[in-house]
């Protein structure tokens, strides 16, 4: 059973649009939430995080938006640039229990075209 | 700075074989944390090392798969009598305390077994 979930697993958005990533989560106990990027042959490097004390955290083009009711967080990226291209990983974890054990969704592959 | 490390980048090995796999993580970072990457599939957590101790191993799918890090900094996945569904890329990571949540990724070691 998939505890985080990225139902799409490709994204195609114009350079100078908003590319909006989705996650859902089914685990109550998670409370941090990280997106990590990925470029082929690298490893995944870290993008941005939010706590569940938050709604939204917002780094430059990048903002992450969470809805604990929902169980559901976004990731906006504005304007998009065609460096941007990468696989996108949504990851949750637990601070009160194993808060050093990630949980990843599968990976949105995101493709912005100049 | 130098990021986390792992060799080999790439690893042909024959089913029934004994593989290891190396990872150095960044100096001064005591934490460290094995993942498996199948493909089409996000990283899934193996084994997390806090000093030279495994906290937590609960990740490792059967007692083919072994880690050390035996003076708290390098660490050695260890598989054996590999099997076909071994194939992966096995991704490391490190983070200065247990408590960090952001951990840094290396580029990962391409595992495929024929």
Known sequence: DQQVKQNSPSLSVQEGRISILNCDYTNSMFDYFLWYKKYPAEGPTFLISIS?????????????????????????IVPSQPGDSAVYFCAASDSGGSNYKLTFGKGTLLTVNP | GAGVSQTPSNKVTEKGKYVELRCDPISGHTALYWYRQSLGQGPEFLIY???????????LPN???????????????????TERGDSAVYLCASSLTSGSNEQFFGPGTRLTVL
């Open chain 2, 49 to 59: 090392f806090q000093g030279t101790g495994a906290a937590d191993d609960s990740g």
């Open chain 1, 52 to 76: 569940s004390i938050k709604d939204k955290n917002e780094d430059g083009r990048f903002t992450v938006f969470l809805n604990k009711s929902a169980k559901h967080l976004s990731l906006h």
């Open chain 2, 63 to 81: 007692d083919r798969f072994f880690a050390v890090r035996p003076e708290g900094s390098v660490s050695t996945l260890k598989i054996q009598r």
